[in-house]
């Protein structure tokens, strides 16, 4: 089962670029600064990640603040470290990916956000025209942190790179901090300009007040990331709503978002796949820190939720039109997906 959920072909909506960046791609950065710089007082990527992925929701966010962005701050490192996770999505039988990023100034280097946007555009822009199995596109992150003066010019990035392969915004960071009321403008001038719309949701007890998931509700987003804390009322929103939901399993179960989840088998997965009212994408958050792939969350929902061949291939086909892409790419995707259930006799299963 584990080589099909790694052939069937796959999109991933909810990948965050530099957590997406694997240890081995984040130790040949580290060598090369290294030898450039023998005084990078860094250390190796291998001792600060395990192997086995991070496991303590204490050292998460402090992992990207504190570390992977004094080591990803070039041109030439941001071009490498895109270009590895853009291969390995391809090679997890990814055929669609929406990468999301935060735009960032390096004032150490003086990367500007600008010219960090531009360089992970052009690298995506030369894998799709170098590759025919996977399309990317890219999200822009609005940081819960930021002040409204920076969340303008992640929007305004946004809408001047949409034709070069932005498709929507997102607001990420740690759940812990800022206050998401401040973005209603910001979203709602990223709406108005055809971008799509997707929000963190309910990570944790203390970012799931009703007052503050209904705020986020008012914002119309398209998708929502990890919905793990809600009411029943902000859960009959979502159904009226219809947002696709962007579930995160290992991540979730692996720092525990929910105390009271310790097995993959008590993620609230189950309960939106049995009820059906919302398209769900299965999602990989952070594939460099969690180390689980796309394919490894589908077998997960196999192996503990009893999904055979036929309902993977129907959960990661419904994916398509919950996807910010053009009506062409839709299309292209459909034909993918039609292809390969007819290629496996798909059709002929039984449910
Ligand atoms: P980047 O935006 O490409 O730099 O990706 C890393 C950033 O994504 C982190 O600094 C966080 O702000 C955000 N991020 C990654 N995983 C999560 C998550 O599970 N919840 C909220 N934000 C996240
Ligand atoms: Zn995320």
Redesign the pocket.
Known sequence: MKEFCKRLPKIELHA????SIRRDTLHHIWQQKKSESPELTLEDPLLVIPEEGVKDINAF?PL??KYI?ALINTVSTVEFSTRAVLNDFCADGVVYLEL???P?DFPETGLTKQKYVETVLNTISEFNASNGEMKARLIL?I?RRDDVEKAWETVELAKRYKKEGVSGVDL????LKGDPSIFAPHFDAAKSAGLGLTI?FA?LPQSSSDSELFTLLSYNPDRLG?VIHCSEEVKKKLVEKKVALEL?IS?NVQIKMNPAVTTHKEHHFGEWWREGNCTVALST??VGVFYSELSNEYWIVHEHFGLGKRQLWELAKGVVDATFAEKEEKERLKGVMDKFGAAEGLWQIDM
């Open positions: 965050h670029l530099s957590g966010f990207f603040s962005y999301r990023t935060t960032r992150s940081d990420c960071g740690d759940p963190h990570e990890h995160c991540c958050d952070d």
